[in-house]
Every structure is written in C-alpha cells, then in structure tokens.
C-alpha cells in the first residue's frame, strides 16, 4: 500500500477514534485502534507515529488548553460542565473533513452529511461533484440534496423571496 492510499484509510478511522474516545467508552476506542492498527502501513510508515501527527492535524493550533482538553472533564463527574458540548466538536472535525474530500458520506451522520451539502451547494456544486466528492451512494447524496433544496424553499416562503 502506498503513502496516500494508507492516509485515505487512516483518515476516517483516526476521526472515529476521536469520536469513541469523546462519545462511546472503552470498547470502542478499543475497536478504532484495533482497526487502525489492523491497516496495512507502508514499509517505511510507522503506524502509530502516523496516527499520532494525523490526530495532531486534526487538532486546531488556535484553541488554547483549556478548550482542547476541556472535554475531559465530562470523565470526573465533581468538575463544571463542558464549555461547549463535546459531540458539537465531533461534528465539526467530521463536515470539515468531509468538505476536504477526506471523509466520505458513509462516515458523516445524516446531520452532518445535509450541512455538507449545504454547504457544497452554496460554493455552486452539482449534485454529480458533491456525489463524488464525498464517495457517497447516489440516493444518499441526493436524499441530501433534496433535504437542502425544500429547506431553502421553506427559507424563501417564509422570507418572501425566490429560493
């Protein structure tokens, strides 16, 4: 397996890590990394450095600790609730992963999947392009597609303005 084939492969199981580690306990951080370890790393890869700088990318260099450890907390039940809900972090990484083409539509919630779209629709994309972008099933995409387009209509109903 080449270098890129095997970052398209981490990718998505270093954000589920991220999400068994925030969201789902033990068992299923233990799947995610039995998963990643299970890949088939190139000779000159290492596997856990690449999912060590892999999660450190994902990282955003802009938060301070506070707010990039913060969702630890929710482990000790005696400490202040979270300042932003951890889940929301999550789904954030997930639609600016999937809006790189670096998470593919089977991976995204149908929350997320639909801001996705919304979004690649917004920058002007055909239904085709976002289909492919996101490596996704075509009545999936367009279950999304069409999700955004009564949303819009309802947005110009109400507002009085063509959609």
């Given at each position: 397996?080449?270098?890129?084939?095997?970052?398209?492969?981490?990718?998505?199981?270093?954000?589920?890590?991220?999400?068994?580690?925030?969201?789902?306990?033990?068992?299923?951080?233990?799947?995610?990394?039995?998963?990643?370890?299970?890949?088939?790393?190139?000779?000159?890869v290492?596997?856990?450095?690449?999912?060590a700088?892999?999660?450190?990318?994902?990282?955003?260099?802009?938060?301070?600790?506070?707010?990039?450890?913060g969702?630890?907390?929710?482990?000790?039940?005696?400490?202040?609730?979270?300042?932003?809900?951890?889940?929301?972090?999550?789904?954030?990484?997930?639609?600016e992963?999937?809006?790189?083409?670096?998470?593919?539509a089977?991976?995204?919630?149908?929350?997320?999947?639909?801001?996705?779209?919304?979004?690649?629709?917004?920058?002007?994309?055909?239904?085709?392009?976002?289909?492919?972008?996101?490596?996704?099933?075509?009545?999936?995409?367009?279950?999304?597609?069409?999700?955004?387009?009564?949303?819009?209509?309802?947005?110009?109903?109400?507002?009085?303005?063509?959609?």
């Amino acid at each position: 397996m080449d270098r890129a084939t095997y970052l398209d492969n981490l990718v998505p199981l270093a954000v589920r890590l991220v999400c068994a580690v925030h969201d789902e306990g033990p068992a299923a951080t233990t799947a995610a990394l039995d998963a990643i370890a299970a890949l088939d790393a190139p000779d000159d890869v290492h596997p856990w450095t690449a999912l060590a700088v892999t999660l450190a990318a994902m990282s955003d260099p802009n938060r301070g600790t506070e707010d990039t450890l913060g969702w630890v907390r929710h482990l000790d039940p005696g400490t202040d609730a979270l300042p932003i809900p951890h889940q929301n972090i999550n789904t954030r990484l997930a639609i600016e992963l999937a809006l790189a083409g670096n998470l593919p539509a089977h991976a995204l919630t149908n929350d997320e999947g639909a801001e996705v779209v919304r979004i690649l629709l917004e920058r002007g994309w055909p239904e085709n392009e976002i289909r492919d972008h996101l490596d996704g099933e075509p009545a999936l995409i367009h279950r999304w597609v069409v999700r955004e387009h009564a949303a819009r209509a309802r947005g110009a109903k109400k507002t009085g303005t063509a959609a």
